[in-house]
Structures are given as C-alpha cells and as structure tokens.
C-alpha cells in the first residue's frame, strides 16, 4: 500500500471516532446540572419571555435529538432537501461552522482563532524544552549505565514523572517571582504583536520579554514531558546497545560514538517518535492548568471559562477541535515510523 493510500486509509478510519467524540461530547453537555442561560441574564432582569427569546436564538427551545442535528449540519442538508420543518436550519459542523458562543456572543471559531497561538506557543516551546534535554539526557543515561551519571538522571526523571506540572509550576512563581523577583509571572508578551503595543521600542527587546515570560510556564509544562521522553530514551538506547549488531559492530573495532550515532540511536527512536506523537497533543491537557497557573488567554482558559459558564457551543468547539488535533497526531505518528525504520510498512505484510 503506497503512503498517499494508507494516509487516506487513516483519514477515513478516524471520521467515525470524531463523530463518537461529537455524540458523547453533546450529551454529556447537555446532561450537565444547571442552566447556560442563568450565566448570561441576573435575576433582577430574568423574565419568561426574555428567557425564552434567548433560548431561541441558540436552538435551545428545540428538542435534544434536533439540536444535534442542528450542530452537526444535518438539518442544513435536510433543509437542502427539502424536507418540511428544516428549511431555515443553520450550517454546522459539517459545513465548518462550530456555533456561536452563548457566553461571549461571538463564533466559536473566532474566539478559537485569537487563542490557539498562545497555547501553541506554549506547548511547542515546552516540547523543545523538553526534547532538548531529554534525548542527549536518556542517551548518556544508557551509554553510562549504574554509573553515577544514570543515577542522577533517574532521579530527575522520577521527580518530574511523580510532580504535578501545575504544583512545579506555583513553586517556580514562588521562587522566581517572588522570592528572587526576577522573571515575571503573568501576563504573556506574545512576539507577533507590535512592540509599541507594551511599550517596547523594538522587536529585538519584544522577543527578549517574550522569553522572559514565557521560561517559567515552559518548565512547568516541559517537565513532564522531559522526563517520561528521557525515561523512554534510556531503555530504548539500553536495549539497542544489547543487540546483536552493535556487539558485532564493537567487534569489528567501530569506535563507542559511532556506535552510538549510527548503530544504535536511530533504531531506539521508534519508541520515542511514538510517546512524542501521542503526548504531544495529549499536553494540550496540561497546558489548561498551567495557562489558569500563569495567566495566559490560551485554549486553556477558554476551555475552562466554558466549562465555568455551561456554554454549550464553546465546550463542543474546544473538544471536537482538541479531539480532531489527537487524531491527526496519531495518523502522522504511524506515517512518521516508516521514515525512521524502513521495515514498517504500511499496511502491508513484510
């Protein structure tokens, strides 16, 4: 099976899982105890009919089995159709329209578009963080095994895989911001603003803040993942180093680095490429209490101000998108392991 096949293969394999994750995601949603509406009228203005103008306008007033119809885009085609009662029936998910925010009174879309780059600014930078010290860490850990040098980078390991990334993350203000007082703790310089907006004279100085703001959440999302990648690196190397062909690589005389570089470092990396895809779109998870932690308006915050607010659509939004990310990070894992090792296939018997 060619790699354009087996890629379209995938695609059509993950539509029924983002539909499952649409069903649950909507009725655990609407199972939820309490009112959206209460969070958008006080008690003082609430009346019957403005109660029932709002519900109206966001398909509340209709049954549950039509309002996921409504979401997905169903009752649109069925209005193309022309089937009786959904002539006038919204666009929806199917049509790239993922609602309006009942909170905030905006498309979900746009207020989506205005947070990504902070999350992914963060979690990005976290995993260079973390990337970069992991690998070099788990390949000294594994050339220099029950030596002092493993030692210490096991126990580094079992400290960030043990620690809460929120609790590293309230220390780290603590002493940083504190304590020493020299790294800010909130309010994140985000680089493709104009610099005179927070009053910077240049981009170079705009860049500058943008790190100093952007170290300490950073360590606190990056740690966790730095020591489960380091962990992984480490039996990976050990167990590539005990094969058959670096003994008889040794053998011929092939000098300890090359042995490292060439023999044994790539193939140990299908484990890794694996935990990398998987957890780098499983961070975006963490990234919701680290972002509450510092302060950024990233998909984190607006994931928990939907919560917070019973808004619907904004819940909906924010997990089929997050879903949507997972699943297209596992598709490029798998096609990502070929690159690495010829013997994968795809889909094919070796």
């Known amino acids: 099976m060619s790699l354009l096949r087996y890629t379209v293969y995938r695609l059509l394999q993950a539509i029924p899982v983002m539909f499952g994750i649409a069903v649950v995601t909507f009725l655990m949603v609407n199972l939820a105890p309490?009112?959206?509406?209460?969070?958008?009228?006080?008690?003082?203005?609430?009346?019957?009919?403005?109660?029932?103008?709002?519900?109206?306008?966001?398909?509340?007033?209709?049954?549950?089995?039509?309002?996921?119809?409504?979401?997905?885009?169903?009752?649109?085609?069925?209005?193309?159709?022309?089937?009786?009662?959904?002539?006038?029936?919204?666009?929806?998910?199917?049509?790239?329209?993922?609602?309006?925010?009942?909170?905030?009174?905006?498309?979900?879309?746009?207020?989506?578009?205005?947070?990504?780059?902070?999350?992914?600014?963060l979690v990005l930078s976290a995993y260079a963080f973390a990337l970069t010290l992991a690998i070099p860490l788990g390949v000294v850990a594994a050339n220099r095994r029950n030596k002092p040098t493993d030692h210490i980078s096991r126990i580094i390991a079992l400290f960030g895989v043990s620690t809460p990334s929120f609790w590293i993350g309230i220390m780290l203000i603590v002493i940083f911001g504190v304590w020493l007082g020299i790294?800010?703790?909130?309010?994140?310089?985000?680089?493709?603003?104009?610099?005179?907006?927070?009053?910077?004279?240049?981009?170079?100085?705009?860049?500058?803040?943008?790190?100093?703001?952007?170290?300490?959440?950073?360590?606190?999302?990056?740690?966790?993942?730095?020591?489960?990648?380091m962990r992984v690196e480490r039996s990976s190397m050990i167990e590539s180093l005990q094969s058959e062909y670096v003994q008889l690589a040794r053998a011929y005389g092939v000098s300890e680095r090359t042995i490292l570089r060439k023999h044994a470092f790539r193939p140990s990396q299908l484990p890794v490429i694996t935990l990398i895809g998987l957890n780098l779109t499983t961070s975006l998870g963490g990234a919701v209490l680290i972002e509450t932690v510092f302060a950024i308006n990233g998909m984190g915050r607006l994931i928990v101000q939907s919560i917070q607010t019973l808004d619907y659509q904004l819940i909906l939004g924010t997990t089929i998108v997050l879903g949507f990310v997972f699943v297209i990070g596992v598709i490029i894992t798998d096609l990502a392991y070929a690159y690495i090792d010829p013997r994968v296939t795809y889909g094919e018997e070796a």
Do not use: C, K
Request: charged share 15%; glycine share 10%; proline share 9%.
């Open 34 to 121: 309490g009112d959206p509406v209460d969070y958008m009228i006080s008690e003082e203005l609430a009346s019957e009919e403005l109660i029932a103008s709002i519900e109206a306008r966001y398909g509340l007033d209709e049954p549950l089995w039509r309002q996921f119809l409504n979401y997905l885009g169903f009752s649109w085609f069925l209005g193309l159709l022309g089937v009786p009662g959904f002539a006038d029936a919204p666009p929806g998910l199917l049509q790239g329209d993922l609602g309006l925010s009942m909170y905030y009174d905006r498309p979900v879309s746009e207020l989506m578009l205005t947070r990504i780059p902070p999350t992914l600014m």
């Open 183 to 229: 790294l800010p703790t909130g309010r994140m310089v985000y680089p493709w603003r104009d610099p005179a907006f927070y009053g910077y004279g240049n981009h170079l100085e705009l860049w500058y803040q943008t790190l100093r703001h952007l170290f300490l959440p950073v360590v606190a999302l990056g740690t966790l993942q730095m020591a489960v990648i």
